[in-house]
T-cell receptor
Framework: QKEVEQDPGPLSVPEGAIVSLNCTYS??????FMWYRQYSRKGPELLMY????GNKEDGRFTAQVDKSSKYISLFIRDSQPSDSATYLC????????????FGIGTKLQVIP | GAGVSQTPSNKVTEKGKYVELRCDPI?????LYWYRQSLGQGPEFLIY????????DSGLPNDRFFAVRPEGSVSTLKIQRTERGDSAVYLC?????????????FGQGTRLTVV
């Protein structure tokens, strides 16, 4: 079993839809949770970063972390064609540096 | 520079050859990471440098892989006796410090193809 499970998709939604992406994890040592966006043939770029359980909002993006269920989510409101990319969930344990464990990534396509 | 720069962007090499992949981190960033991303997978950690020293090389798959950062800035990932299974995108990232709560910035990667 992988430490981080993520549905690879692809996920196709119409423009303006609310998108829900999620990951589950098995390692209780994970303390920091992130979502990265990766466009084709580009490096990942950080979207959201959370430490504790709960919600964090940034514009159209909301990240949720439920440590008790080992489940994290990313919601995208009013999705745009420019949101079409692969979304990677990512986690760090409390080892003191950024040794990141990534999910497989979910490929999202927003149809105009 | 403005971001993390990796060269070359693409590298095609024959099985058994030696390759070097270069990473220029953001100026002033003390932490540098290498990851490998195989097709359809998420990036996998290879090695972490804090300054000139490799603080964690537990992700290097075997002794054919080696990385250096002699002056605490540019890093080179070296792969000996390449195998077809080494084909992947090799990503470099840097952050201001190595701490968990500082953002790491990724380069665009080097796409390595071993034929």
């Amino acid at each position: 079993q992988k430490e981080v499970e993520q549905d690879p998709g692809p996920l196709s939604v119409p423009e303006g839809a609310i998108v829900s992406l999620n990951c589950t994890y098995s390692n209780s040592a994970f303390q920091y949770f992130m979502w990265y966006r990766q466009y084709s043939r580009k490096g990942p770029e950080l979207l959201m970063y959370t430490y504790s359980s709960g919600n964090k909002e940034d514009g159209r993006f909301t990240a949720q972390v439920d440590k008790s269920s080992k489940y994290i989510s990313l919601f995208i409101r009013d999705s745009q064609p420019s949101d079409s990319a692969t979304y990677l969930c990512a986690m760090i344990d409390s080892g003191g540096y950024q040794k990141v464990t990534f999910g497989i990534g979910t490929k999202l396509q927003v149809i105009p | 520079g403005a971001g993390v720069s990796q060269t070359p962007s693409n590298k095609v090499t024959e099985k058994g050859k030696y390759v070097e992949l270069r990473c220029d981190p953001i100026s002033g960033h003390t932490a540098l990471y290498w990851y490998r991303q195989s097709l359809g997978q998420g990036p996998e950690f290879l090695i972490y440098f804090q300054g000139t020293g490799a603080a964690d090389d537990s992700g290097l798959p075997n002794d054919r892989f080696f990385a250096v950062r002699p002056e605490g800035s540019v890093s080179t990932l070296k792969i000996q006796r390449t195998e077809r299974g080494d084909s992947a995108v090799y990503l470099c990232a840097s952050s201001r410090t190595g701490e968990e709560d500082t953002e790491a910035f990724f380069g665009q990667g080097t796409r390595l193809t071993v034929v």
